[in-house]
């Protein structure tokens, strides 16, 4: 059973960093694109961020390009964002979401998701 | 970027009637558009992909038809579990972009 796990959520200054973790069970990250989406509080769902199966290309939201960073430990399967420069526009729950198939993104899994929160 | 409009953005219906939503892109997106349903406090569950497949474990209700810069997400008839926001999604090309949701309220 496909499952993804989200952690590393939390309250967190203006200017500050984060570093989300999605940890994957029932399949391999390797073999699959790997999303990022995000909910302000209340609000819709915004893309943000993916990796594609060998991990050699990443795109990102231009909301938040040159600020976060979307990674994987192959060894861990597990998928990564590195959030720096929080705004407050960035507090939302973020989810990890796999693709059915390459290429096609619509996302077939999602996990649970974490909460971000920027304020000071 | 493509922008997607759903309409309306709140729908009040009884149990057993047919509902519809729209969902308009600004540009052709062909069939790549996926429709997902969320509940409060959880992830969206993926209802259907290309425009008019039908995920697997999704009640025959549920269907999705149009292309191009049209679709639309019916609900046959609405049970009690169906009360829930939905959200049309594009993977034409990037940045993948949602519409605004519409939430299916009880009438």
């Known amino acids: 059973e496909v499952q993804l796990v989200e952690s590393g959520g939390g309250l967190v200054q203006p200017g500050g960093s984060l570093r989300l973790s999605c940890e994957a069970s029932?399949?391999?990250?390797?073999?699959?694109?790997t999303h990022w989406v995000r909910q302000a509080p209340g609000k819709g769902l915004v893309w943000v961020s993916r990796?594609?199966?060998?991990?050699?290309?990443?795109t990102y939201a231009d909301s938040v390009k040159g600020r976060f960073t979307i990674s994987r430990d192959d060894a861990e399967n597990t998928l990564y964002l590195q959030m720096n420069n929080l705004r407050a526009e960035d507090t939302a729950v973020y989810y990890c979401?796999?693709?059915?198939?390459?290429?096609?993104?619509?996302?077939?899994?999602w996990g649970q998701g974490t909460l971000v929160t920027v304020s000071s | 970027d493509i922008q997607m409009t759903q309409s309306p953005s709140t729908l009040s219906a009884f149990i057993g009637d047919r509902v519809t939503i729209t969902c308009r892109p600004s540009?052709?997106?062909?069939?790549?558009l996926a429709w997902y349903q969320q509940k409060p406090g959880k992830a969206p569950k993926l209802l259907i992909y290309?425009?008019?497949s039908l995920e697997s474990g999704v009640p025959s209700r549920f269907s999705g038809s149009g292309s191009g810069t049209k679709f639309t997400l019916t609900i046959s008839s609405l049970q009690p579990d169906d009360f829930a926001t939905y959200y049309c999604?594009?993977?034409?090309?990037?940045?993948?972009?949602f519409g605004g949701g519409t939430k299916v309220e009880i009438k």
């Open positions: 979401a796999k693709v059915a198939e390459n290429y096609y993104s619509f996302f077939e899994s």
């Open positions: 029932g399949f391999a990250l390797s073999r699959y694109w």
């Open positions: 990796i594609n199966a060998d991990g050699s290309t990443t």
């Open positions: 540009q052709s997106i062909n069939s790549w």
């Open positions: 290309k425009a008019s």
């Open positions: 999604q594009q993977y034409e090309t990037y940045p993948i972009t």
